[in-house]
């Protein structure tokens, strides 16, 4: 199971920390990210990080936002800073393990106001 946390409201230009732990221990875990969806718009990928520290992002927030992951802790973070408007939506983690098995968080709402 995940558990996902950090979201919130703030203001345009402000930042938010949002992390995800799994229950599952690091070892098996191969790639872990960050998906979000606006109300009327389809999930989609923010940004993960593989096993090996590889990273992936969406171009519209290449520059703002900062996903890492704490393998002590089976955490994934994503750090958000200059947040737009445009980035209201329900954030989710999702965990992809070495098994096959993929699991999804419950999201975390972040609203951003203008």
């Known amino acids: 199971q995940l558990q996902a946390s950090g979201g919130g409201l703030v203001q345009a230009g402000g930042s938010l920390r949002l992390s995800c732990a799994a229950s599952?221990?690091?070892?098996?875990?191969?790639?872990m990210g960050w998906y979000r969806q606006a109300p009327g718009n389809e999930r989609e990928l923010v940004a993960d990080?593989?096993?090996?520290?590889?990273?992936t992002y969406a171009d519209s927030v290449k520059g703002r936002f900062t996903i890492s992951r704490d393998n002590a802790k089976n955490t994934v973070y994503l750090q958000t800073n200059n947040l737009k408007p445009e980035d209201t939506a329900v954030y989710y983690c999702?965990?992809?393990?070495?098994?096959?098995?993929?699991?999804w968080g419950r999201g975390t709402l972040v609203t951003v106001s203008s």
């Open positions: 990080i593989t096993s090996g520290s590889n990273t």
């Open positions: 599952r221990r690091i070892f098996s875990i191969n790639r």
């Open positions: 999702k965990v992809d393990y070495w098994d096959g098995f993929k699991s």
